[in-house]
């Protein structure tokens, strides 16, 4: 009984050390939890308001992604119109910056679900080469890639981007590169990045 006892207080240490972990800064992404639970909580919040805007977004397929300040909007909805109302909502939003919103959605049906389906393995596939790439700041770029489209988005000086984009393209099957990058000075401090 007590070994067991003593196995499962292990247990429990072993997984509060991965949480808190996983909990604390990168050095090399320069993020905090905060952040990212301050990104996807923003991601929810701009998707609901897009669709509770117009009956219209109700067949739509949408997709929110924000990072560090920036938004991007993808996928596909039924009208320019509503392309057009999807950034005039993200842009009236409290915590958005209208200037940081891209609206790179299309006006068409919704794509497949296998097109979806490769469009997460591509990302999968960028990631991993940007992580496995040595002198590529893969922390600070987010990959999300529609209908074989490939979208980086991030804070980073022109010339890490340079590397990242030329990192993205060795990966097959990738069609086109959008960057959606806040351009840091060359030169910067970590006041540069808050």
Known sequence: MKRYKHLRIGLY????????????????????????????????????????????????????????????????????????????????????????????LTVGGPISLLARTNDSVLSGKVKTRLLAASDVPAGRVKVVTENGVVYLLGKITPSDADLVVAETQKTFGVQKIVKVFDYLPETYDDAALD
């Open 13 to 104: 240490g072993l997984i509060s050390v991965i949480v808190f972990a996983g909990c604390t800064n990168n050095p090399q992404e320069k993020r905090t939890p905060g952040d990212l639970i301050d990104d996807n909580a923003l991601e929810f919040v701009i998707e609901r308001e897009i669709k509770a805007s117009d009956e219209g977004f109700k067949g739509a397929h949408l997709v929110t992604t924000v990072y560090d300040g920036l938004v991007l909007l993808l996928g596909e909805v039924p009208s320019a119109d509503l392309k057009e109302k999807a950034t005039e909502v993200s842009e009236s939003l409290y915590k958005v910056d209208p200037d940081k919103v891209h609206n790179y």
